[in-house]
Structures are given as C-alpha cells and as structure tokens.
C-alpha cells in the first residue's frame, strides 16, 4: 500500500454510511502497482481503504486477502461491485470507471452499497462528510 497515511473517508451519500474512514490514495504510478500487495487482515482491517485513480480494472496478483472492490464513474457513482475477490484473481476491467475503491471483504454488502449509489470521497480529510 501507499507509503502516506491513511488521511480520507469514502462515504455513501445514498445510504449514509462510510465504507471507509482512513483512506489512502493510490494516483501515482508506483503507488497503483504495489496497491495492497503484502497486506494482511490485521494491517488492512475494516474501515480501511484504498483509492486507485486512475484505474478500470484490478488484480489480487500477490495479495494475501480477498476484498470487496467498488468501480466508479467520474462523478464517483458506483458502476460495478466484485464481493471478496479472493488473492490471485482478476477482476473484470470496466472501460467506463474512472477509479476502483479496494476495501476489506465484508465491508460493502453490510453498509448496502449497489450499483447506481453516489460516493462522496475525500482523500484528504479524515472526519465528517461535507453537507451540500
């Protein structure tokens, strides 16, 4: 994972609820390589994330843990869900994501996340979502 602090949030704005509170940011091309190779339960637990932008597609090439995936538009609008995509897997790439959000399995069937919802993210303020 990225070497910078989990700083952000990732936020369901149609469901209120976070699927992440401590997000890091994966935008450099080094950073989108090593994602979260080498990452385990207790280093990646609930409530962490990882943004990758940009990105259409990901792999588990290395991984140790399976985790949920969420592709998103532009606009931050979910377009595609893989649940607990398990270590050494690829998933399918969506030429319309503009980024993929990585979270620990079991983290977005819970908070209800579907196709369709709207995702308020903040890669540099760790805290409440903005009101608008």
Same mark, same amino acid.
């Given at each position: ?12 704005? #149609? ?37 990758? /932008? ?13 985790? +949920? ?5 532009? +606009?931050? /609008? /979910? ?27 079991? #983290? ?5 996340? #579907?196709?369709? +919802?709207?995702?308020?993210? +903040? ?10």
């Amino acid at each position: 994972m990225s070497q910078s602090a989990p700083s952000g949030y990732a936020f369901n704005r #149609t469901r209120r609820q976070y699927l992440a509170t401590r997000l890091t940011v994966a935008q450099t091309h080094w950073s989108r390589f090593i994602g979260l190779i080498g990452q385990t339960a207790s280093t990646f637990p609930q409530g962490r994330g990882l943004w990758i /932008v940009p990105c259409r597609g990901v792999h588990t090439v290395g991984m140790r843990i399976p985790i +949920d995936v969420v592709y998103l538009t532009e +606009d931050n /609008v /979910v377009l595609h869900l893989e649940y607990g995509l398990r270590p050494w897997r690829f998933a399918p790439i969506r030429m319309r994501a503009a980024s993929v959000l990585e979270l620990p399995e079991n #983290t977005v069937l819970p908070t209800g996340t #579907t196709i369709g +919802d709207q995702l308020e993210i +903040d890669p540099h303020h760790a805290g409440e979502p903005q009101t608008a």
